[in-house]
């Protein structure tokens, strides 16, 4: 990540040390995950013995401290959600690693990228190693793929016949699709889509960032089929 830039006034201010002044310390960084294992090693074959020699630094939750990759992908394949996430990618949206990290987090089924096979990982923050991401050349082969899994298809954008997501009954086995920032939903998503969503703003903007929109949309299923909370 760049730094932020500061401005000269503040390096010449309260940052640096006036003359006569001893330096200031600088902050210590903090240090992500844990270090080697301490005690006795544990029984297991999900655990990875590199990491449990020499500490693991991943950005995974405790749970899954020094397990080895393999075995944390087959626990949350063993619990994924029913809906899935489908985002095109006609002009290599750089939303695209963003909404993988949402999909990773809210445990989404799989990934679909339609369009460009290349996307910017930068921020899917290693979560794809993690999330099953397939990859569709064509609309035509996206759409043949979910309706042959019996999944409603779900758009997400702002068009004369969207209907408010806040007051949508999602189904249970769904693949929400959000087009990419800027044109938003392709026209062949549009038209073969059970139903498109709108979600409601109050602001100024005419719409939201599609990374945004993605993680919204997302929760909106969490909260009906994970909580049974009611829409309305």
């Known amino acids: 990540m760049t730094e932020p830039e500061i401005p000269s006034e503040t390096l010449s201010g309260s940052l640096t040390a006036r003359e006569g002044e001893p330096e200031p310390e ?8 844990v270090g080697p294992w301490e005690g006795e090693l544990p029984d297991g074959a999900h655990w990875d013995p590199d990491l449990l020699a020499d500490g693991d630094r991943r950005n995974v939750v405790d749970k899954y401290r020094y397990w080895k990759h393999e075995a944390i992908v087959a626990d949350l394949d063993a619990k994924r959600h029913n809906f899935h996430i489908a985002i095109e990618n006609w002009q290599h949206d ?12 809210f445990l989404a089924k799989e990934v679909h990228i339609i369009g460009r096979r290349r996307w910017n990982r930068r921020g899917a923050m290693v ?4 999330q099953h991401v397939r990859h569709h050349p064509t609309v035509a082969d996206f759409v043949a793929w979910a309706q042959g899994e019996g999944l409603a298809i779900i758009g997400i954008d702002i068009f004369p016949d969207s209907v408010p997501l806040e007051t949508y009954e999602l189904p249970k086995d769904c693949v929400l699709v959000f087009g990419q920032e800027g044109p938003g939903l392709s026209p062949e998503v549009h038209e073969v889509a059970v139903d498109t969503l709108s979600i409601e703003q109050f602001g100024s903007t005419r719409s939201i960032n599609a990374a ?11 909260r009906r089929h994970v909580f049974n909370q009611l829409p309305g």
């Open 94 to 105: 750089m939303n695209i690693g963003t909404v993988v990290r949402s999909a990773n987090a």
């Open 212 to 222: 945004s929109a993605a993680a919204i949309a997302m929760h909106a299923w969490i």
């Open 127 to 130: 979560t794809d190693r993690y």
């Open 26 to 33: 600088a902050e210590p960084k903090a240090e992500v995950g």
